[in-house]
T-cell receptor
């Protein structure tokens, strides 16, 4: 059973556009929501993360929006650049319990020049 | 810090052969994870260790897969015998926990396995 649903599967935007990637979760015990960025031939790397005590977090051009009541969170990339072309994964963790991060299926983003 | 180190980076083998993938986690990290990534199934967690002890191997697809962590700085994932459907990129990741606080996973560069 997929506990974190990520959409869209792929996304193409022009340079300067604002791609938005959405994730929805089911487990209310999740309390840490990171986004990972993966370039071809590389492993995923942490991009930005949020905890449910805030509704938004910004780091440079990357913003996470978090809606606890809807159990949804999203990644926005402002002024997207061709170098942002990568696969993006959302994930969710629970501090207690078995500590197994659950990943979304990933979104392949292409930013055209 | 050198990050998570995996070897080999690429492995091409024939069906039926034994394959061993290796991982050195980041020093001081107490969790180690093995993942498999394919286009069809995305990123799948195979097994994870805490303080060198396997905690959950429910993601291991078959008995042909086995993993060990003999010490805090080394882990192996073995496939015996290998099959073409095992072709994928295998990632090792490590992380550190502090009390009940969850920390970020740090991934290695992966091993691209091709089974002919």
């Amino acid at each position: 059973q997929q506990q974190v649903k990520q959409s869209p599967q792929s996304l193409i935007v022009q340079k300067g556009g604002i791609p938005i990637i959405n994730c929805a979760y089911e487990n209310t015990a999740f309390d840490y929501f990171p986004w990972y960025q993966q370039f071809p031939g590389k492993g995923p790397a942490l991009l930005i993360a949020i905890r449910p005590d805030v509704s938004e977090k910004k780091e440079g051009r990357f913003t996470i929006s978090f809606n606890k009541s809807a159990k949804q969170f999203s990644l926005h990339i402002m002024d997207s650049q061709p170098g942002d072309s990568a696969t993006y994964f959302c994930a969710a963790h629970a501090s207690g319990g078995s500590y197994i991060p659950t990943f979304g299926r990933g979104t392949s983003l292409i930013v055209h020049p | 810090d050198a990050g998570v180190i995996q070897s080999p980076r690429h492995e091409v083998t024939e069906m039926g052969q034994e394959v061993t993938l290796r991982c050195k986690p980041i020093s001081g990290h107490d969790y180690l994870f093995w993942y498999r990534q394919t286009m069809m199934r995305g990123l799948e967690l195979l097994i994870y260790f805490n303080n060198n002890v396997p905690i959950d191997d429910s993601g291991m697809p078959e008995d042909r897969f086995s993993a060990k962590m003999p010490n805090a700085s080394f882990s192996t994932l073995k496939i015996q015998p290998s099959e073409p459907r095992d072709s994928a990129v295998y990632f090792c990741a490590s992380s550190r926990t502090s009390g009940t606080r969850v920390d970020t996973q740090y991934f290695g560069p992966g091993t691209r396995l091709t089974v002919l």
